[in-house]
């Protein structure tokens, strides 16, 4: 979903939320900040959503927020080395540990 200021993200999430159904598991990705807001994470905990972390170039790791009874991760570097995945493994242990699922997603390029 496309950035939104924090009122109409909420409206917007309340409605995507709303209308997928319960028992299909849903991740949803945020990439512009303004969806970043706890009543956005809240709302997608309610509905057993997982909010989808995304490691991009030139920004800082994702915070890998449970919402959901798993985690979502996609790696979106252009490069990724074999210290990076060891770093984001790390944490997905822990979830790992306490019995969630983890779907990580690592990017897909033809050379």
Do not use: K
């Not at 409206?11 to 970043?36: C, V």
């Not at 984001?88 to 983890?102: G, N, Q, S």
């Amino acid at each position: 979903m496309r950035g939104a200021n924090g009122r109409s993200a909420v409206i917007t999430s309340t409605r995507a939320l709303a209308a997928w159904p319960s028992d299909l598991p849903l991740t949803m990705e945020f990439q512009h900040e303004s969806w970043r807001m706890d009543e956005v994470h809240a709302q997608l905990m309610a509905a057993g959503a997982a909010l989808c972390a995304t490691d991009l170039d030139d920004q800082d790791p994702p915070d890998l927020r449970v919402t959901a009874p798993f985690v979502y991760l996609r790696l979106r570097r252009s490069t990724c080395s074999e210290g990076a995945v060891q770093a984001v493994a790390a944490p997905i242990e822990h979830f790992l540990e306490d019995d969630l699922d983890a779907f990580v997603l690592f990017r897909h390029v033809d050379d």
